[in-house]
C-alpha cells in the first residue's frame, strides 16, 4: 500500500534563511505527488505539483520541489523564507482506485516556523 | 483550481446530535471527497461521493455514522451522526479537477462536541 513520509513534524527556522521539507513515499506504480499548506485556520492550498515530465517543480510562493525516483523522494524547498510562510505543509500521493478516481494519501504534516 | 464553500465554516455542538455540513462548487465536478481532519494530526478521507451513485466509504468510517448526499455535480452534504467530543474536528470537502488526478480543498468546518 502507498504511504508517505514527512521525516519532520517540526521545522524552526529564520526569516531569510533557505529551508527544505523532506517527505518520501512508498509506492510500486507511477505516482503523482503533491504538496499542500495549511495557513492558520483555514483550508489546504495547494502549492505545487508532479505529475510527469521535469522532476523539478515550482509552485506558488517561490516554493519548489525535486521528484527523486530512486529515492523515492519529494523535497521542499524555498531559498529564503518569510515570516507569512508559517503555516503547516503537507506532502501527498496520489493512488488509483479500484473505482477509477485518484485518492490522496497524507503524510502526517510538517509545522514551518519562521522566526524573526 | 475551483472554488469551494463550506457551511457552516464552525460550530459546537452538545453530543448525540447531529451536524450536516454543505460542500458548494463553482462548477460542475465528477467526484466529491470528505476528509477528516482531527486536532493536529494529518487528513484522512471518510468517503468519496459521485452523483448518482452511493458514496464510497474508507476503512473505518461507516455510512450510518456519516452519510453523504450528492444530489447534483456542485453540491454534496456529509452528516456526522450522534456526535461524541471524539467528533471533534475540521471536515473538509474536496475536488478533483483538471485530468482528475489534483484536488483542490474548502475551507473546512470546525466542529467542537461538547
Avoid at chain 1, 529551508?19 to 512508498?26: D, M
Avoid at chain 1, 529564503?80 to 497524507?106: M, P, Q, W
Avoid at chain 2, 452519510?67 to 454534496?76: A, M, V
Amino acid at each position: 500500500a502507498q504511504s508517505v513520509t514527512q521525516l519532520d513534524s517540526q521545522v524552526p527556522v529564520f526569516e531569510e534563511a533557505p529551508v527544505e521539507l523532506r517527505c518520501n513515499y512508498s509506492s510500486s506504480v507511477s505516482v503523482y505527488l503533491f504538496w499542500y499548506v495549511q495557513y492558520p485556520n483555514q483550508g489546504l492550498q495547494l502549492l505545487l505539483k508532479y505529475l510527469s515530465g521535469s522532476t523539478l517543480v515550482k509552485g506558488i510562493n517561490g516554493f519548489e520541489a525535486e521528484f527523486n525516483k530512486s529515492q523515492t523522494s519529494f523535497h521542499l524547498r524555498k531559498p529564503s523564507v518569510h515570516i507569512s510562510d508559517t503555516a503547516e505543509y503537507f506532502c501527498a500521493v496520489s493512488v488509483r482506485t479500484a473505482g477509477g478516481y485518484n485518492k490522496l494519501i497524507f503524510g502526517a504534516g510538517t509545522r514551518l516556523a519562521v522566526h524573526p | 483550481s475551483a472554488v469551494i464553500s463550506q457551511k457552516p465554516s464552525r460550530d459546537i455542538c452538545q453530543r448525540g446530535t447531529s451536524l450536516t455540513i454543505q460542500c458548494q462548487v463553482d462548477s460542475q465536478v465528477t467526484m466529491m471527497f470528505w476528509y477528516r481532519q482531527q486536532p493536529g494530526q494529518s487528513l484522512t478521507l471518510i468517503a468519496t461521493a459521485n452523483q448518482g451513485s452511493e458514496a464510497t466509504y474508507e476503512s473505518g468510517f461507516v455510512i450510518d455514522k456519516f452519510p453523504i448526499s450528492r444530489p447534483n455535480l456542485t453540491f454534496s452534504t456529509l452528516t456526522v451522526s450522534n456526535m461524541s467530543p471524539e467528533d471533534s474536528s475540521i471536515y473538509l470537502c474536496s475536488v478533483d479537477r483538471q485530468g482528475r488526478e489534483t484536488q483542490y480543498f474548502g475551507p473546512g468546518t470546525r466542529l467542537l462536541v461538547l
